[in-house]
């Protein structure tokens, strides 16, 4: 069996949740688009009225990716015989067989469609086959168009599974290290938090408001407010990094992770802004937030990679962990109650304290 289905096969309860196939403005109304979670390849499309659509990216004639085709009267059209697909994976044109398109007697091929919903600039797709009343809800995402806030995308593709994604996303001792002058750098100080687990949620919550992350405070906090910072993972694709700077400023990197490959993920990281500047000063200044993202961003996946690389040379049974990590423990474990339909041992559910030092 290939790397990919086993994957896939891996994945089990992973599979009946949600995952982001590619944002809006990647899907265009005349291309069809490839995507790939837990190994598999996708084709993506929109319909003629402009809804998107998701199939398995495979013809079921000869198995030729129907992305790598163009789109005809809506559907997706393969590229080796010109067989054409429906939104509902049906097949509505066989040019060899029939030159109608949707003939009254249907042909008697279809492929596996998939449930698609578009919310929040983002293409979500659901690839279980639980009934929709026993799906989990689609993610909202909290300030994409919150009144006030400057919300923009970033997409990434990072060297690691979902998992240390994640926890890469919520590790706050890292960023003394991979980040140190850009973001965070050393003060020697221990930190105070809260950590609160339940079946599908990890939320950290610090008690360190004076902190100066290094966002530029003249910009986000003049005022010299209190900081709010607070770090959630909601399971299985999710963290959201909030710092609030009293009512008037914040910054927040809500990333949905999506599964490619074993040390494969792309993620989407919505970064959003409310700085008390002007709004059109605000809107102004987004190329420049952009870039400082991207940057501390980059880091990120560069780190990533190393232990990528780290793992090939001798993978790891066994990683060690100290009392700072209890967040990514907390999130292994709820990820792993996922796959296995299995429900959280008691003992990591509720709150409790949590300190570090940084
Ligand atoms: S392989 Fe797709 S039409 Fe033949
Ligand atoms: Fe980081």
Known sequence: MCEKTQFWDQAKGLLEEWYVACTSKELKKDQPLQTTI???????????????????????????PLSAGKMTN???????????????????????????????????????????C???GLIWVYLGDKAPTARPE??????????????????????????AVAQNIMDVTHTIFVHEGWFRSESGK???????????????EYHDHEADVGMMPWLTNPHGAQQVHRDSFIAPNITLVEYHWGEPSGMVFNSLITPVGP??????????????????LAKAIQPAVNVYTWVVNNQDIKILAARRKGL?????????SVRGDMAHIALEKIL??????????PSILGKRPMQFQI
């Open 118 to 120: 578009e919310q929040d």
């Open 190 to 204: 221990a930190v105070d938090a809260t950590i609160e687990v339940s079946p599908r949620k990890v939320v950290v």
């Open 38 to 64: 837990y190994g598999k390849n996708f084709v993506v499309f929109r319909q003629k009225n402009g809804q998107a659509a998701v199939l398995l990216d495979q013809c079921v004639h000869r198995g030729v």
């Open 336 to 345: 792993e109650s996922l796959r296995h339909d299995q429900s959280l041992t």
């Open 74 to 116: 809506g559907c997706v059209t393969c590229p080796y015989h010109g067989w054409s697909y429906q939104a509902d994976g049906q097949v509505a044109h066989i040019p060899s067989v029939n030159g109608k398109f949707f003939p009254e007697k249907p042909h008697a091929f279809k492929q596996r469609s998939y449930d698609v």
């Open 138 to 163: 689609i993610f909202k995402l909290p300030f994409y168009d919150a009144p006030g806030w400057q919300s923009y995308y970033m997409v990434g593709k990072y060297d690691g599974e979902m998992g």
């Open 263 to 280: 040390y494969e993920s792309r993620v989407y990281t919505c970064v959003s802004y409310k700085f008390p500047i002007p709004r059109v």
């Open 312 to 320: 090939e040379n001798m993978p790891m049974t066994h990683s060690h």
